[in-house]
């Protein structure tokens, strides 16, 4: 089973506090291994009121929460029954099992509040053998020669032409 993302409904306003009853029961039932990442989607608008400048925290998508997980039954059971869900996107209800998001989707957000799909520091290593999913080389697969922590960005060796050649790419343009 692999992890992935879905979209789970809530109350507008009520997002915070979903979020952290859902990271809470997480804990509590030992979902780690199932649940893993829980975000809002916010960005911050700048706002000049009166000559002075404010930032302001907007949530890109008011009602949505957005999970990762492992979509097996304990972890859809944890996720639907957090005090403040409603429901998730792509299921038909009845019982029948949520549609992730598809990765281009999902990497089109996270990209915009400066995170990655890919979480570096746990699952990618130099050497480490790599899909490359978007760009010029999608559909070859490589070899991670060097990862760019700050900046998102991996070196990737490829066979191209029968030569290793390196290639820049955005850590949102490969998969595992």
């Known amino acids: 089973m692999e992890k992935l993302w879905y979209v789970i409904t809530t109350y507008v306003g009520h997002e915070a506090n979903v979020k952290e009853k859902?990271?809470?029961?997480?804990?509590?039932?030992?979902?780690?291994?199932?649940?893993?990442?829980?975000?809002?989607?916010?960005?911050?608008?700048?706002?000049?009121?009166?000559?002075?400048?404010?930032?302001?925290?907007?949530?890109?998508?008011?009602g949505y929460v957005f999970v990762e997980m492992v979509m097996?039954?304990?972890?859809?059971?944890?996720?639907?029954?957090?005090?403040?869900?409603t429901g998730f996107i792509g299921s038909s209800g009845k019982g029948a099992k949520?549609?992730?998001?598809?990765?281009?989707?999902?990497?089109?957000?996270l990209v915009n509040i400066g995170i990655s799909r890919v979480d570096i520091e746990s699952?990618?290593?130099?050497?480490?053998?790599?899909?490359?999913?978007d760009g010029p080389f999608k559909g070859m697969v490589g070899t991670i020669d060097t990862i760019d922590v700050e900046n998102n960005r991996l070196s990737v060796l490829i066979d191209l032409f029968g030569?290793?050649?390196?290639?820049?790419?955005?850590?949102?343009?490969?998969?595992?």
Request: glycine share 4%; hydrophobic share 35%.
């Open 22 to 62: 859902l990271e809470a029961r997480t804990e509590s039932m030992g979902m780690q291994d199932n649940i893993f990442r829980v975000i809002i989607p916010e960005m911050t608008e700048v706002e000049i009121k009166d000559g002075v400048k404010k930032e302001k925290t907007k949530k890109m998508f008011p």
């Open 72 to 85: 097996s039954d304990e972890a859809w059971y944890a996720v639907r029954n957090t005090p403040g869900v």
């Open 98 to 109: 949520p549609t992730p998001l598809p990765p281009q989707e999902i990497d089109r957000i």
């Open 123 to 133: 699952e990618l290593k130099v050497g480490d053998k790599v899909n490359v999913i």
């Open 163 to 176: 030569q290793e050649t390196p290639v820049e790419v955005e850590l949102f343009q490969v998969s595992k």
